[in-house]
């Protein structure tokens, strides 16, 4: 009696066919995965800008970056009174549901004081974007802290001079509180905010703290070309002071600008690399890096170049000023995200620019 069956060559043309269904499929899959992070991620940025305007509704300006106060006659003096680093993002909890992790703070105190730490341990979901790899909570030598996907707009170059020194041009400021009024390059023309990489690889204390030093070549408010301010980094970290790890943005409650903000100085995911990598960098030196002269409770002058990035393929989402959310390219030019990331630079901008 003759059986029915398939053939050896009949089963390996059945199971080719599989797996040319599943190669067709798959990348489908993973790009509608990867839509729903996006909108997701879109969906935090819309969350927090609106947290920020009843801020703002409420208080008739957007929080300050940080608070210091110091010496009126000497900025960089290294005893200069630190008050808090807490930044805009811990003070619009309220708007975010995190009335329990507002009213726990204690804003004379800076994110590392005892009273703080536990505040900081907690993740905020509208924090972490879901295309985020490194989403855990991170040891630092501070304490452990949650994480964030996303960093306020802290200007190009320049974020803080010192003590009763100049503002800079971002939306966030230390010891300032912006006015509406004080965007006269329009709301729809200003960053508020946009994704960053937790862990972001960072040179970092390049410069003696309280030394009132600034990098030769460096001015508050200068506008050097893309090749001129990759130069300009691989300057501050030629000069080997420099601490390394992979600490940006692993510090939610921070204001400061390698942890709560971010730069316009290089364009999005721009990929930044430096040869040898530093050991401390180890396998997150692929995701480039970000360089800080002075951190801001060092007395300044701080200048930083971190930059806006994301896991999502092409480009980073951004919040505006206006509320709204934009996905902006990797390739938009540099001068145009320099002059979205300024307040009153007196630029104009093509929405199809970006």
């Not at 320049?158 to 400021?173: E, Q, R």
Request: hydrophobic share 40%; net charge neutral; with cysteine.
């Amino acid at each position: 009696m003759r059986r029915r069956g398939f053939t050896l060559i009949e089963l390996l043309v059945v199971i080719a066919i599989i797996a040319v269904l599943i190669a067709l499929l798959l990348p489908a899959v993973q790009a509608a995965r990867e839509a729903a992070r996006r909108i997701q991620c879109t969906n935090n940025l819309k969350q927090l800008g609106l947290a920020m305007h009843n801020y703002q509704s409420s208080n008739d300006a957007f929080p300050p970056k940080m608070m210091a106060i110091g010496f009126a006659n000497q900025p960089n003096n290294p005893n200069w009174i630190y008050t808090t680093s807490l930044g805009p993002t811990p003070r619009v909890m309220p708007y975010l549901e995190g009335n329990a992790l507002y009213n726990s703070l204690n804003f004379l105190w800076g994110y590392t004081a005892p009273q703080n730490l536990t505040m900081g341990y907690i993740q905020v979901s509208a924090l972490l974007c879901p295309s985020e790899v490194n989403n855990n909570p991170v040891t630092t030598v501070d304490g452990v802290f949650a994480v964030t996907s996303y960093g306020w707009n802290n200007g190009d170059w320049y974020v803080w001079g010192g003590y009763n020194t100049a503002l800079t041009l971002g939306a966030f400021s230390p010891n300032a509180s912006r006015r509406i009024s004080q965007f006269t390059d329009g709301l729809s023309n200003t960053l508020l905010a946009s994704e960053v990489k937790v862990q972001t690889p960072t040179f970092r204390h390049c410069l003696p703290a309280g030394s009132g030093q600034t990098p030769s070549g460096f001015s508050p408010f200068m506008t050097p070309s893309l090749q001129q301010s990759v130069a300009l980094i691989q300057q501050i970290i030629s000069g080997g002071g420099c601490t390394t790890g992979v600490t940006g943005h692993t510090r939610w409650p921070d204001g400061k600008v390698p942890d709560g903000g971010f730069t316009t100085v290089l364009p999005p995911n721009y990929p930044m690399q430096v040869t040898p990598v530093p050991a401390a960098f180890g396998s997150y030196a692929q995701t480039g890096y970000d360089v800080i002269t002075i951190d801001e409770n060092d007395g300044g002058p701080t200048y930083a170049a971190v930059t806006a990035r994301s896991y999502h393929p092409g480009g980073v989402n951004a919040l505006f000023a206006d509320g709204s959310v934009h996905f902006l390219k990797s390739t938009v030019s540099q001068p145009t995200w320099r002059a979205l990331g300024t307040i009153a630079g007196g630029e104009v901008i093509s929405s199809d620019s970006y």
